[in-house]
């Protein structure tokens, strides 16, 4: 019976943040033209990667005990489910994703219940910063509407209270503050994320 494993799915998102570290080092040693570019692609990279690890993190949870789950879909496949069980209890026919901070939390609540180890993980004022700028600037790079704008400094201001404009995604990452590249914080940040809800399924 398949079932995921939460250390070897943090040690795949640890090879995706190294792989991302790698490019935009590659990428701003080279000098490129367009290097701002380079970063918004890194952070659509990291964000990907992330959706992954949530997927294979609340399956793991399921596998451990489904019974949030059956309760909250109204149907369950046994005390032992398979990886792919829960995926098509979470999914359907559909691709998996949740909409900002409510959402994530909706999926989490969805497989552990309100009050679980994973819920008190995720809500960890740091974890909820860095996952919050994540998918504020994921999705500014992605769209550039005014919308995502807005969004994006509004989640910015978690690390740069003072911030009133952002040109791009790209450019804002690849400059250090106080030391460090941008883009690397936010590496620290939903890696340090990913350990935690790691740590709260084992």
Known sequence: MRKK???KSLEKLKREVV???NFITSASESKMTHLACCFD????WLYRAFEEFV???VVAQINRNPEHLYSAVG????????AAQCEFLLVGDRYFDFKGFNGLLDVIRKSSGSSGALVVAVKKEANRKSFEILV????FATHESDHARN?????????EPNR?????VGNWLKVSKNGTLRMQRLLNGVSALCEDMKDAVT
């Open 75 to 82: 149907v369950g496949f046994g005390k032992n489910p398979t």
């Open 5 to 7: 494993n939460p250390e």
């Open 55 to 57: 997927l294979d993190i």
């Open 19 to 21: 792989s991302i570290q």
């Open 136 to 139: 504020a600037l994921r999705n």
């Open 41 to 44: 692609f890194a952070v659509i």
């Open 151 to 159: 969004s994006a400094l509004k989640a910015m201001k978690h690390w």
């Open 164 to 168: 009133r404009n952002l040109g791009s």
